[in-house]
């Protein structure tokens, strides 16, 4: 049972356009959002957060938007770099302690 | 300085061995993961130790016995490997338990191939 999910698998843009990626939920009980940004060969490493109780969460070029009613969040990349290509995991966690990852969308910024 | 560790990087084995992993965090973290990430590349959890203690045991089977000798390593052992074992496994660790909050710090990884 996908809780987590990110439909598409890939994204190509051009450098110094806007990236979007989005993220569906379906556990009402999450409270918390992230994501994680993974290249190839390394771990992921941890790019933005929001709490539920927002529905905007900006750190320069990134801004992660949530909407609780409809159960989605998006990741905003602007202006997107060529160094922003990777895989991008949406995760979401609640009162057990336990982050439930997406499948990841990667991300292609073509110069 | 690495702030996650794992070893081995890669790990090639036959079915029915016994392997370990290794993971150490030098971030002075209380809580420590481990993740697989299947064929479908999702990230699940599959354990996590709060200063020692086994806090999450998910639906793993009882072949994979992790151990915690300190705050600062997470081992876990794999017996009577078998073909879907197969995947990449990540260590992961935080100040505390996670929460909105607190940031997983991740492992480079250990890529398991069962043949």
């Known amino acids: 049972d996908q809780q987590v999910k990110q439909n598409s698998p890939s994204l190509s843009v051009q450098e110094g356009r806007i990236s979007i990626l989005n993220c569906d939920y379906t556990?009402?009980?999450?409270?918390?959002f992230l994501w994680y940004k993974k290249y190839p060969a390394e771990g992921p490493t941890f790019l933005i957060s929001?709490?539920?109780?927002?529905d905007k969460n900006e750190d320069g070029r990134f801004t992660v938007f949530l909407n609780k009613s409809a159960k989605h969040l998006s990741l905003h990349i602007v202006p997107s770099q060529p160094g922003d290509s990777a895989v991008y995991f949406c995760?979401?966690?609640?009162?057990?302690?336990?982050?439930?990852f997406g499948k990841g969308t990667l991300l292609t910024v073509n110069p | 300085d690495t702030a996650v560790s794992q070893t081995p990087k890669y790990l090639v084995t036959q079915m029915g061995n016994d392997k370990s992993i290794k993971c150490e965090q030098n971030?002075?973290?209380?809580?420590m993961y481990w993740y697989k990430q299947d064929s479908k590349k999702f990230l699940k959890i599959m354990f996590s130790?709060?200063?020692?203690?086994?806090?999450i045991n998910e639906t793993v089977p009882n072949r994979f016995s992790p151990k915690s000798p300190d705050k600062a390593h997470l081992n876990l052992h794999i017996n009577s490997l078998e073909l879907g074992d197969s995947a990449v496994y990540f260590c992961?660790?935080?100040?505390?338990?996670?929460?909105?909050?607190?940031?997983?710090?991740f492992g480079p990884g250990t890529r398991l191939l069962v043949l």
């Open positions: 971030l002075g973290h209380d809580t």
């Open positions: 130790y709060n200063n020692k203690e086994l806090i």
């Open positions: 929001i709490s539920s109780i927002k």
């Open positions: 992961a660790s935080s100040t505390q338990l996670a929460g909105f909050k607190e940031t997983q710090y």
């Open positions: 556990n009402s009980m999450f409270d918390y």
């Open positions: 995760a979401a966690g609640g009162s057990n302690y336990k982050l439930t």
